[in-house]
């Protein structure tokens, strides 16, 4: 089984629980209101993991951060995360009754990474290896040229899509992971049949999965489009299930596991997220995910 490096985010989330996401103008009272671990990058690890996957996790926290790396540990996750002075990542997260949420993200340490940390996490990867990157840390071109030299297979999950995106050559990225909105924020198209097609035409050696929700998702390369299902669980927070999805598919591509059973077991791994509340402490284990899919 190949490593797999995951160069991202580690934050502490703030979590408010409401009858309904606030409206500009609005201010409203909270139902309740609890921290948890967190961060897009941390998210995707503890997946990696619970999914049977050889993590490492690269990234910088603050000096608030001790707990983000005491979870890595506790999670037997190799930790190569930098300790820095200022505060870590932190994101504020409103959660409604039906159990949608809105999240606000304050980069802290995750946007202060620089190129001699990244030169040091690569010694330790060789050709085949896979790199995880996500848009919630700075320096991702360079990451991206370091994966590159070494021959790494590159999954990249442009989250949240701002204009650092169009810095990133897709012709460079391995397995591009993006939900039905941020298909439509990168191409303009809003069908995923356009979706597809466009990134087809534009990246032709790209592999791209489209997640759409209820709806499953469609797995596009350049030979092969498979769609797969979701799974009807009752939904409490949907927080992570994106995370939890690209966790268990980056672990089977690792593990060697063919591509249909694949996208399917990471989809009930995401619907098995939304069961309930929080981000990392929600993922399921495999032992969990194969119980639900022999159970229901």
Known sequence: MKKVLNFGSLNIDKVYELDEIVRPGETIAAISYDDFIGGKGLNQSIALKRAGADVYHAGYVGEDGDILIDYLLANEITSMVQQIVGPSGHTIIQVDKNGNNSIIVGAGANKKIDTDYIEKVFRDFESGDYLVIQNEINNLARIIKSAKAKGMHIIFNPSPIDKNVSTIDF??????????????????????????????????????????????????????????????????????????????????????????????????????????????????????????????
Do not use: H
């Not at 209820?214 to 769609?227: F, L, M, P």
């Not at 409490?236 to 995370?243: F, K």
């Not at 194969?290 to 159970?295: L, S």
């Open 171 to 296: 012709n460079d990225i391995s397995y591009l992971i993006i939900n039905e909105t941020e298909g439509q924020m990168l191409t303009g198209c809003k069908k995923p049949s356009e979706i597809l097609e466009k990134f087809s035409n534009d990246y032709p050696n790209l592999r791209l999965i489209l997640t759409l929700g209820a709806r499953g998702g469609i797995y596009k390369s350049a030979g092969e489009v498979i769609e797969f299902p979701s799974f009807d669980v009752d939904v409490i927070d949907t927080t992570a299930a994106g995370d939890t999805f690209l966790g268990y598919f980056v672990a089977g591509l690792a593990r060697g596991i063919d591509i249909d059973e694949i996208l399917t077991t990471a989809s009930l791994a995401a619907a098995l997220t939304c069961t309930k509340k929080g981000a990392a402490d929600s993922i399921p284990s495999l032992d969990e995910v194969i119980k639900w899919r022999i159970n229901g």
